[in-house]
């Protein structure tokens, strides 16, 4: 009489060798997915140098491209021609001394046609706002590339205006005022600039003060819980074929009992 096969005969049967390997290949691809969500985990903002010192804006942001998170707060140059025929306000601004106000913002392009939104200046009121910006649309200006130095700051959600033609916005998002552009962009930065020394603010307004964004690494706990998952699907696809092995062994023994 045969005697009843072990676990370790039962996993050398061949079908069982090769659902080996389909687990170590499904526990490889949660291996790669896991380490995948643990580097989205931890999301790196920007240093205090990259705060004070200034970097071409192409080195960190490019038009149409996804945006690191340590690209926002950080300082950067672009040389880019002011289209002040497409100029905004934006509400609900606060200075970094926590006075409320207004910002003007118009649109730029660079040498390759590439949109930028630059905020140009704080007004602490709604007519002040109103008035540099008409003061701007009618200035004389020779159209040229100038240098420019400011801030890179992330687009807001949008929000609805009063009326559909208002100049004033109550959100500076980069996509609701692509659409108020008299002429829409093919590309556009992704952030928008807060303009800073040495350049020159307009008339009229202030120099827009922000407060440093935090140079701590962020922790995105949702991805780090996506992480733990897909690592235990990787030992999971492992027990499973052991599983699978065990309960094909428990019916050779029970058949050769019967």
């Given amino acids: 009489m045969k005697t009843a096969p072990n676990w370790f005969s039962v996993a050398r049967q061949p079908k ?5 390997f389909l687990a170590l290949a499904a526990a490889a691809i949660c291996a790669l997915l896991a380490q995948w969500q643990l580097g989205r985990s931890f999301e790196q903002a920007a240093t205090e140098n990259t705060q004070t010192v200034a970097k071409p804006i192409d080195s960190l942001i490019r038009p149409g491209l996804p945006v690191q998170p340590y690209s926002v707060g950080s300082l950067v140059e672009a040389n880019v021609m002011l289209d002040l025929t497409n100029v905004f306000v934006v509400s609900n601004r606060v ?9 003007v913002v118009a649109n730029s392009r ?11 200046g704080f007004a602490p009121s709604r007519h002040a706002a109103l008035a540099a910006r008409q003061q701007l649309r009618t200035a004389v200006q020779a159209q040229a590339f100038l240098p420019v130095r400011g801030l890179l700051g992330s687009s ?21 005022l692509i659409n108020r552009y008299s002429q829409t962009p093919t590309k556009t930065y992704p952030l928008f600039l807060i303009l800073q020394q040495p350049n020159s603010v307009p008339a009229g307004l202030q120099p827009i003060k922000v407060k440093p964004v935090p140079t701590d690494v962020q922790v995105n706990w949702l991805s780090a819980f996506y ?3 897909w690592v235990l699907f990787c030992g999971f696809s492992v027990f499973l074929w052991w599983r699978l092995v065990r309960d094909a062994q428990l019916l050779a023994q029970a058949a050769k009992v019967e």
């Fill in 16 to 20: 069982w060798i090769g659902g080996l």
């Fill in 95 to 103: 200075q970094q001394n926590g006075q409320p106000g207004f910002w």
């Fill in 110 to 120: 660079n040498i390759d046609g590439a949109s930028l939104t630059v905020a140009l």
């Fill in 156 to 176: 807001e959600p949008p929000q609805l205006t009063t009326a559909p033609d208002s100049v004033v916005l109550h959100s500076l998002s980069i996509g609701q």
């Fill in 227 to 229: 992480a733990i998952e």
